[in-house]
């Protein structure tokens, strides 16, 4: 398997890394929304956000917010991002899990503003029993 992501952390790939433990690697996106657009994965492959076993996702979580900290107190930005993308149509590239935290500013071109749906008639409550038909499942 040639990933991107496995190359960075086995050091066959050049990356500015920006903080790694036994765990986790976090690193500058190369083509970033904003400069300081920063991602943070497991060193294991995992495809995606629902392969990530739970005490992994944890600690994924408490390092997203250590690098966002950092992000805000560095570069000030306005605001940020956290978020994941899963599976092609979500705008998933790299099959290794990782969380996107991008800085974001007021004059921005970009903005996750996106074209919001209206729910017609019950079809709210519809979607809202599918899904907790399997939230206790
Ligand atoms: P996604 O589209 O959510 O899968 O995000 C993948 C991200 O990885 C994109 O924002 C890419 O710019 C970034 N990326 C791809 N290759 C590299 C690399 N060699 N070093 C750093 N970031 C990368
Ligand atoms: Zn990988």
């Given at each position: 398997?040639?990933?991107?992501f ?6 066959n790939?050049?990356a500015?890394i ?22 943070v ?16 996702l944890a ?9 966002s ?28 899990f ?5 800085p974001s500013?007021?004059?921005d ?8 749906k ?7 409550r ?10 206790n499942?």
């Open positions: 398997m040639n990933c991107i496995c190359n960075i952390i086995n050091r790939s050049n500015e920006l903080f790694e433990d036994d765990d986790i690697i976090s690193f500058l996106d190369i083509r970033p929304v904003n400069f300081g657009h920063t991602l994965i497991p060193k294991t492959h995992y495809e995606n956000f629902l392969a990530v076993p739970d005490d992994i600690k994924l979580i408490k390092t997203t917010k250590l690098l900290v950092a992000i805000v107190k560095s570069l000030t930005p306005d605001g940020f991002n956290v978020i994941t993308n899963n599976g092609t149509a979500a705008g998933q590239s790299v099959f290794h990782h969380f996107h935290i991008i500013y007021d004059e071109d970009f903005k996750f503003k996106l074209n919001l209206n729910y017609l008639d019950s079809s709210m519809e979607y809202a029993d599918k899904i907790r038909s399997e939230v499942s």
